[in-house]
């Protein structure tokens, strides 16, 4: 029997998995269920794992350059809307998305799949030149945070880290950077402080009408398996797809199976209103995975990626994953 490590965050549309009510004959899975901080760096630097999470961004980063460990699948177990998560110094002059052209804006790494998204956003949307932008790179709240790849960007582009010990929060809050883009709230905005405010007022608006517009639901993080144990186990790749995909749906049914209770099992007293918000604006299968119902979104991804200089070409989206899923 193989056996498999799976390291991932225990999501809902992951956890049937992880339970073992989803099973690939003659495979043994090990769940090892941590989040993306601690997966990543461990997957990118020693491939520990057999089958991971992984960031999108560097994937791509990857596949372009000829190198990494894993091969991926159209898995995205992690998806976000990130509107909500630029943050500006309210006396910076910022009044709209244009007014960062030009400006000195730190973020945890630059080649995050949260940049990557939202330079993508901000450049096609708002016509902002994201490329002429001082990029100031650090940890949001906790100092120590360093690209996880390394760069390999045109002479011009203005993109280093702040000095050690410094973080993005710091660095806003002294007045030496005008904005963040970052996943995490600075925890000058958590703690309410009035001189560090949202660009977008209200996000949730914001990405509704980007929804609205565009189809695309973003997608963050993938799956990936080792290639050597790929190319020692043929058909291994669908099996992994079909499998997550599988775990995917039960998790659906799950939370729509709770929601026929009368007692709910989460503490949100309006989840079934949120739900019904939800699959009016993203359909009755807002999560999909496969490369047939993400292509126009995946295509504007690998665009980002080469006009960000993070992908050394443009990538054609088979070239992305395994080819076992080209059907997916």
């Given at each position: 029997?193989?056996?498999?490590?799976?390291?991932?965050?225990?999501?809902?549309?992951?956890?049937?998995?992880?339970?073992?009510r989803v099973a690939?004959?003659?495979?043994?899975?090990?769940?090892?269920?941590?989040?993306?901080?601690?997966?990543?760096?461990?997957?990118?630097?020693?491939?520990?794992?057999?089958?991971?999470?992984?960031?999108?961004?560097?994937?791509?980063?990857?596949?372009?350059?000829?190198?990494?460990?894993?091969?991926?699948?159209?898995?995205?177990?992690?998806?976000?809307?990130?509107?909500?998560?630029?943050?500006?110094?309210?006396?910076?002059?910022?009044?709209?998305?244009?007014?960062?052209?030009?400006?000195?804006?730190?973020?945890?790494?630059?080649?995050?799949?949260?940049?990557?998204?939202?330079?993508?956003?901000?450049?096609?949307?708002?016509?902002?030149?994201?490329?002429?932008?001082?990029?100031?790179?650090?940890?949001?709240?906790?100092?120590?945070?360093?690209?996880?790849?390394?760069?390999?960007?045109?002479?011009?582009?203005?993109?280093?880290?702040?000095?050690?010990?410094?973080t993005l929060n710091?660095?806003?809050?002294?007045?030496?950077?005008?904005?963040?883009?970052?996943?995490?709230?600075?925890?000058?905005?958590?703690?309410?402080?009035?001189?560090?405010?949202?660009?977008?007022?209200?996000?949730?608006?914001?990405?509704?009408?980007?929804?609205?517009?565009?189809?695309?639901?973003?997608?963050?993080?993938?799956?990936?398996?080792?290639?050597?144990?790929?190319?020692?186990?043929?058909?291994?790749?669908?099996?992994?797809?079909?499998?997550?995909?599988?775990?995917?749906?039960?998790?659906?049914?799950?939370?729509?199976?709770?929601?026929?209770?009368?007692?709910?099992?989460?503490?949100?007293?309006?989840?079934?209103?949120?739900?019904?918000?939800?699959?009016?604006?993203?359909?009755?299968?807002?999560?999909?995975?496969?490369?047939?119902?993400?292509?126009?979104?995946?295509?504007?991804?690998?665009?980002?990626?080469?006009?960000?200089?993070?992908?050394?070409?443009?990538?054609?989206?088979?070239?992305?994953?395994?080819?076992?899923?080209?059907?997916?």
């Amino acid at each position: 029997m193989l056996t498999l490590t799976v390291a991932c965050a225990p999501y809902d549309r992951v956890r049937p998995l992880f339970d073992g009510r989803v099973a690939l004959p003659g495979i043994r899975l090990v769940p090892v269920p941590i989040h993306s901080e601690q997966s990543f760096p461990r997957a990118f630097t020693r491939a520990e794992f057999d089958v991971t999470e992984l960031s999108l961004s560097s994937q791509l980063i990857q596949v372009s350059r000829g190198q990494g460990e894993y091969v991926a699948i159209p898995a995205f177990v992690s998806r976000a809307f990130r509107h909500g998560c630029i943050y500006l110094r309210a006396d910076a002059g910022i009044a709209d998305a244009k007014g960062l052209e030009g400006r000195r804006i730190g973020i945890p790494e630059y080649q995050m799949t949260l940049g990557l998204w939202l330079r993508g956003i901000l450049a096609d949307d708002h016509g902002v030149d994201v490329n002429g932008i001082a990029w100031r790179t650090a940890g949001t709240n906790q100092a120590g945070r360093k690209e996880r790849l390394p760069l390999e960007l045109p002479p011009g582009m203005d993109v280093r880290p702040l000095p050690d010990g410094a973080t993005l929060n710091q660095a806003l809050r002294d007045g030496e950077i005008d904005a963040i883009l970052s996943p995490t709230e600075p925890l000058a905005f958590a703690q309410g402080d009035p001189r560090v405010v949202r660009l977008f007022p209200d996000p949730r608006a914001a990405a509704m009408a980007y929804h609205r517009r565009t189809g695309f639901h973003p997608i963050m993080h993938v799956m990936g398996l080792r290639r050597d144990i790929a190319a020692k186990h043929p058909g291994l790749a669908g099996q992994l797809y079909a499998a997550f995909d599988e775990a995917r749906r039960i998790g659906l049914a799950d939370m729509e199976a709770d929601l026929r209770h009368s007692s709910l099992s989460l503490m949100l007293p309006f989840l079934a209103e949120e739900w019904a918000a939800t699959k009016a604006l993203l359909g009755a299968d807002p999560w999909t995975y496969g490369i047939a119902a993400n292509r126009a979104e995946l295509e504007a991804i690998a665009r980002w990626s080469h006009a960000q200089h993070l992908s050394r070409r443009l990538l054609r989206v088979e070239e992305m994953f395994h080819p076992e899923t080209a059907g997916s």
